[in-house]
């Protein structure tokens, strides 16, 4: 009786989980989840852009500081 309930128990917990994996791979939430990485990497490149401009600037005042030369 207890190895029915078991097993019973291991076949709806199993159910159960490619239940979830085929819904993860529906359509829409595969789209959904691309797009949320896709603006999410925008955002990280935008991110990285700035702070790579940023720094140019800083370098350049150092080196128009040690050169002396004027804006």
Same mark, same amino acid.
């Given at each position: 009786?207890?190895?029915?309930?078991f097993?019973?128990?291991l076949?709806?917990?199993?159910? *159960?989980?490619?239940? %979830?994996? @085929?819904? &993860?791979?529906?359509?829409?939430?595969? +789209?959904? !989840?691309?797009?949320?990485?896709a /603006?999410?990497? *925008?955002g990280?490149? %935008?991110? @990285?852009? &700035?702070?790579?401009l940023?720094?140019? +600037?800083? !370098?350049?005042?150092?080196?128009? /500081?040690?050169?002396?030369l004027?804006?």
């Amino acid at each position: 009786m207890i190895r029915r309930l078991f097993y019973m128990s291991l076949g709806a917990g199993l159910a *159960v989980w490619v239940m %979830r994996k @085929l819904q &993860a791979l529906h359509p829409q939430h595969v +789209a959904r !989840r691309t797009a949320d990485r896709a /603006a999410s990497m *925008v955002g990280q490149v %935008r991110d @990285l852009t &700035a702070y790579a401009l940023d720094e140019a +600037a800083v !370098r350049e005042t150092e080196l128009r /500081a040690q050169l002396k030369l004027e804006d």
